[in-house]
């Protein structure tokens, strides 16, 4: 009698749980996560190098990672940042595409630190920064690893990193070589653009909602669409952008297309570097001013 009780009871309490899961809510969904907050924080730098993208990651296994290396008269800022932050080795270092205002610093950084793994993308460019860094990575005898859609970076119980991006090998736009990252932790995950453009990013057909959203292309309008921020649904932006660039860069209309999506909106420019660290539920965001 006993056991068919407890039997009634947990349908009882089943049914109750599939009424919580029909509840559209953000909240709700965030109470039905099975994680609970961490003491190890996953720590995430949006270094301002001007023109440029250095987003440095400190993840909560104890690993390091490094998407792109800002401009080249930013290198020694950027290890100078990192250095200062405690580390000398950086176990992931992420080139999303070979353009200068990614690659300018990655020699300096890889000359100055142990690093474990490369990624770059299946794209080529016949400058000079470039050349320079292919020479430095097999001066310091490492092998460059194929980063494109479907590798992944790590896949531990509570720590995921998978490339999302590029689909194609065959883009006339060097920006759509871009690699895109997806860092998940607990129930908070960060979705990195470098500078791919809508016609990569249409393509992506896995999971991209994101609770932080490295803007893409430094906020150009030909990035961020509307179906992108749909899938994304972002509740903090950062847009890595040099202050009076010549590009334009953020365009209004990419500002005014986030703002439907939160208030959070940072840029380098006006805030200087970014740092948002979670425990893998909550969200903290610090700025430079
Ligand atoms: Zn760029």
């Known amino acids: 009698m006993k056991k068919i009780f407890l039997s009634l009871l947990s349908l009882i309490l089943v049914s109750g749980c599939t009424n919580l899961n029909l509840e559209p809510s953000n909240s709700s969904e965030r109470e039905e996560s099975a994680f609970t907050p961490s003491s190890d924080e996953l720590v995430a730098h949006f270094i301002d190098v001007g023109q440029g993208d250095a987003n440095f990651i400190e993840l909560p296994n104890g690993e390091t990672m490094l998407i792109d290396a800002g401009i080249a008269s930013t290198g020694d800022d950027i290890v100078e940042y990192i250095e200062n932050l405690g580390y000398d080795t950086i176990d ?8 200068a205002d990614h690659i300018g610093g990655m020699a300096e950084v890889i000359e100055a630190f142990d690093v474990d793994a490369i990624y770059m993308p299946k794209a080529v460019s016949t400058s000079k920064t470039y050349e320079n860094l292919l020479e430095t990575i097999q001066d310091k005898g490492l092998s460059i690893k194929t980063g494109k859609s479907g590798v992944k970076v790590l896949d531990e119980d509570n720590l995921d990193i998978v490339m999302v991006a590029p689909s194609s090998d065959d883009y006339s736009n060097l920006n759509n070589y871009s690699i895109v990252l997806k860092i998940t932790y607990g129930d908070v995950s960060f979705l990195y653009t470098g500078d791919a453009e809508e016609e990569s990013l249409e393509e992506i057909t896995s999971d991209i909602k994101a609770d932080v959203l490295k803007v893409g292309h430094h906020g150009s309008d030909t990035s961020t669409s509307e179906e992108f921020l749909e899938k994304v649904n972002p509740q903090y932006a950062v847009i890595s952008v040099g202050e009076k660039n010549s590009y334009g860069h953020p365009a209004a209309s990419t500002i005014e297309l986030l703002q439907e999506y939160t208030n959070n909106i ?9 740092v948002i660290s979670t425990d893998g539920v909550n969200i903290n965001v610090k700025t430079e001013r």
């Open 92 to 99: 992931y270092v992420v080139s999303t595409h070979p353009h």
């Open 266 to 274: 940072y840029q380098t420019d006006l805030n200087g570097t970014v």
